[in-house]
């Protein structure tokens, strides 16, 4: 069983950027496929980034590509999520994902662990 706690959320003007940090609890962080997912108000939680075990693969959602960097650090049992260019729309909670099984965790059905997530608002 591993526990998510995530921290770096806020508030930040548009063109902005955030860096969250998902820390995981455990000794076996390296076994989990990590991600990133976010929930605006009134709609369903969305893919953001995933991460594959090594760290060496990773997957963006197309509507966050070439604005967010999903890394880790197997070392320190952290995740992050680097967001750069923020928009509006990006407003959402952001949860942290832990998958045992896939070899990157990319949708909501397949997620072992959630954490409790973190807020992220964009003004304009």
């Known amino acids: 069983q591993v526990q998510l706690v995530e921290s770096g959320g806020g508030v930040v003007q548009a063109g902005g950027s955030l860096r969250l940090s998902c820390a995981a609890s455990?000794?076996?962080?390296?076994?989990?496929?990590m991600g990133w997912f976010r929930q605006a108000p009134g709609k369903e939680r969305e893919f953001v980034a995933a991460?594959?075990?090594?760290?060496?693969?990773?997957y963006t959602a197309n509507s966050v590509k070439g604005r967010f960097t999903i890394s880790r650090e197997n070392g320190k049992n952290t995740v992050y999520l680097q967001m750069n260019s923020l928009k509006p729309e990006d407003t959402a909670v952001y949860y942290c994902?832990?998958?045992?099984?896939?070899?990157?965790?990319?949708?909501?059905?397949?997620?072992?662990?959630w954490g409790k997530g973190t807020l992220v608002t964009v003004s304009s």
């Open positions: 994902a832990a998958d045992q099984d896939s070899i990157l965790v990319n949708h909501r059905t397949s997620v072992d662990y």
């Open positions: 455990g000794r076996t962080f390296s076994s989990y496929a």
């Open positions: 991460v594959s075990r090594s760290g060496g693969t990773t």
